[in-house]
């Protein structure tokens, strides 16, 4: 049986691998600022395939000891991460429907937690 501690930290693991995901769509987003297939372009895009293929292999570890309905359900917390590196990095504004959307992104992961 696993105690409280062990618990939390595969959680914070999990989310960890999560952030770091999100790196990939903040690549993106840096990548569409330049112009098509420019050297910029062609860097942005390199470093997020990098992300992706990384993401890839501690993905599989995070999610060790989850079910899959838990796993895929806090990766859903992508949306927030994005939203908060939208708005400090690239100064996109945070609408009332945003916060209703994390809200609810959230409510549902933990329903999910609490049920597993």
Do not use: D
Not at 20 to 34: P, V
Not at 59 to 64: F, H, L, T
Not at 74 to 97: A, D, H, M, P, R
Request: aromatic share 14%.
């Amino acid at each position: 049986m696993e105690n409280k501690k062990q618990i939390i930290k595969r959680y914070i693991k999990l989310h960890l691998c999560i952030l770091f995901y999100t790196m990939s769509s903040i690549m993106s987003k840096f990548a569409s600022r330049f112009e098509f297939l420019s050297f910029q372009y062609i860097v942005c895009f390199v470093i997020m395939f990098g992300i992706l293929g990384i993401y890839a292999i501690i993905w599989q570890q995070a999610i060790k000891g989850f079910s899959p309905s838990v796993a895929y359900s806090n990766k859903s917390v992508t949306t927030i991460w994005v939203l908060l590196f939208s708005n400090i990095l690239f100064q996109e504004g945070i609408e009332i429907q945003n916060i209703i959307g994390a809200a609810l992104i959230i409510s549902g992961v933990v329903v999910v937690a609490k049920n597993e």
